[in-house]
């Protein structure tokens, strides 16, 4: 059977990661992040204290920023890599989370990042979720949804996801990371987050987790 590349985008904390990589598992295909890398070079970036505004020193740092994915057999999830370094955890951070949007608005920064996603992508059978899959990574994906959901549902999600790592974040901080992402990724002149125009709108504020798993696997297998 032919595979596909299935990309999903939308805002952020719509549940785009965990629908993905299960509609990844259920097809057998390989799901890519691509928020991760984001993050991941956001961290790189506060690690180094790279001054966003000098183009030398984000080359530099682009220079010697390297991000892979390995799989955890004991958690059997997928996990990010920042030269070599475990970093899955840390990118999920407020303190990332937070400058994250600011590092993606960078031209340099998404030439980069576009460029390794589209290798990830190239012999397809891959589920990639983010802001710009649809429009620029994959314009060619056989399958895009473009998913979307209630600011007051969202934010409580996030907030039951980053508990269960154990560390409780404010709702309304955590509300106002979200608006504010979505603006600057909105809003960027590079990339920004849009619907595709044949991307297929998913409004996932009253859907259970399995049935959004279930919509797009169905939508995929009509593809295939
Ligand atoms: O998907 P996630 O919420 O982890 O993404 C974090 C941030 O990375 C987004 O808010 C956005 O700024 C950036 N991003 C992007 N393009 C993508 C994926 C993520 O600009 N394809």
Known sequence: MGKI?????????????STAKEVAKKLGYTYIDSGAMYRAATLHFLNNHTVLSNPKEVSKA??????S????????????YLNELNVEDEI?????????SEVSKLKEVRLA????????GKSKGVVMDGRDIGTVVFPEA?????????????AARRQKEILEKGDL???????????????????RTESPLLKAEDAIEIDTSLLEFDDQVEQIVSLAQEKL
């Open 142 to 154: 056989e399958l895009k949804v473009f998913m979307t959901a209630d600011l007051s549902i969202r």
């Open 69 to 80: 994915f390995h799989f955890n057999p004991e958690q059997q999830t997928q996990e990010t």
């Open 5 to 17: 590349v299935i990309a999903i985008d939308g805002f952020s904390g719509c549940g785009k990661s």
């Open 62 to 67: 682009l220079d010697s920023l390297k991000i």
């Open 92 to 100: 999920r951070t407020m303190r990332v989370s937070e400058y994250v």
């Open 169 to 187: 974040i404010d709702l309304e901080k955590i509300k106002h990371n979200l608006v504010e992402r979505d603006r600057i990724d909105s809003t």
């Open 113 to 120: 990042l576009v460029a390794q996603q589209q290798k990830l």
